[in-house]
């Protein structure tokens, strides 16, 4: 399938490649994820130099984990979507959506927290599953329909909040249990979601790499109609991927909420771009078909200590969204060279062994 020579080509060497016991350095140079490995390692030295001890403190690393935390759990299932050939806009609506019905049900109306916590996910969950259906039956770009539904499920948070609770700002108080899971710094300084987000991280890393579904995204990535001619379900897919953002956006926005004690309407517009610039920055491409979880991980951190560490240098806090201009150009000339580089790289076989 082309797909599967354009967006694995490690995968693909390794099946003619003769066995060894360490990989080449040729083919780590050529992996997804090597580009945004070396920009990490670059942006945190700059900032450990000039950030100082206060950076490289403790509480230095828990404000960059912690923004890391959150925007990694919503940049994984945007990861998988772009690879897949998607986008989603709308997690930028379904976070506060989910942190004002939280707040609203266990909060304003004081349900149990679990009804306002199942009320969340299950909100998310329906965004998502309403922004595939639309995809794959009016065949109108991902990019639209998700802009729409960001649009509009911001309205209905809008007006929602003021009918059912007469503010756009809710407070809430969550149970012992739930502030434990969800929305507790540990130590003083690390928020629980980080644990969550490694957690995240291992389940999507074993589904893209270990299941049939990881190269069902790659193949439908690289020619979604080659894919539904070979029978994957590309449609099922579409539609699983976008539910799975919207959850990971309602649980991220549910957790904020339990974390601060209180839901506003204009919250979470920043993870709109945010999550794309991480997932760009981790070597994943906007036309889809390659990229890595490792390498979202890394552009996430990458991302969150450039956001975080400007406010441990001397310089002046507003060049902060220079630097991530910057460094989303240079990510994205970086993940083209490599990718350039793994698609002509074709390692010599053993003398005589030709398949």
């Known amino acids: 399938m082309k797909s599967q020579t354009l967006t694995q080509p490690i995968a693909a060497v390794a099946s003619v ?63 998988l979507l772009m690879i897949a050939g998607h986008l989603d806009l709308s997690v930028g609506s379904v976070i506060p959506a989910s942190s004002m019905t939280i707040a609203i049900v266990s909060g304003y109306y004081q349900a149990p927290i679990l009804v306002g916590i199942v009320a969340a996910l299950c909100l998310g969950m329906a965004v998502g599953f309403i922004n595939g259906l639309v ?40 149970g012992p249990v739930a502030k434990a899971l969800l929305g507790q710094f540990v130590g003083g300084k690390f928020q629980v979601t980080i644990f969550w987000w490694i957690a995240a991280v291992l389940i999507v890393g074993l589904i893209l790499n270990f299941s049939r579904y990881g190269n069902w995204i790659f193949a439908m990535g690289g020619d979604s109609v080659s894919a539904r001619n070979a029978g994957i379900p590309t449609e099922r ?23 601060y004690n209180s ?77 350039t580089m793994a698609l002509m790289y074709s390692p010599r076989s053993k003398k005589g062994a030709r398949q």
């Open 17 to 79: 490649a003769p066995v060894r016991t360490w990989p080449s350095l040729g083919s780590l140079v050529r992996r997804p994820e090597i580009g945004s490995l070396i920009g990490l390692i670059v942006v945190f030295a700059f900032f450990a130099v000039f950030g100082g001890a206060n950076f490289l403190s403790a509480g230095g690393v828990a404000s960059w984990l912690n923004v890391a935390a959150g925007l990694g759990i919503i940049a994984l299932p945007v990861g």
């Open 237 to 259: 897919l579409t539609i699983s991927l976008f539910v799975g953002s919207g959850l990971c956006s309602a649980f991220v926005g549910m957790s904020q909420a339990l974390l």
């Open 263 to 339: 839901a506003q309407v204009a919250a979470g517009q920043s993870f709109i771009f945010n999550s794309i610039i991480a997932v760009v920055i981790g070597g994943v491409l906007l036309t889809g078909g390659y990229g890595s979880v490792v390498g979202i991980v890394l552009g996430t951190i990458t991302f969150a200590i450039v956001n975080q560490g400007i406010f441990y240098t001397g310089f002046d806090a507003n060049w902060a969204s220079l630097i991530i201009g910057i460094l989303l150009l240079v990510a994205v000339l970086m993940n083209n060279t490599f990718r």
């Open 135 to 174: 995809v794959i039956r009016t065949k109108v770009p991902s990019f639209v329909v998700t802009l729409a539904t960001l649009f509009a499920v911001a309205g209905l948070t809008l007006g929602l909040s003021v009918i059912l609770a007469g503010n756009t700002s809710v407070a809430l108080k969550g």
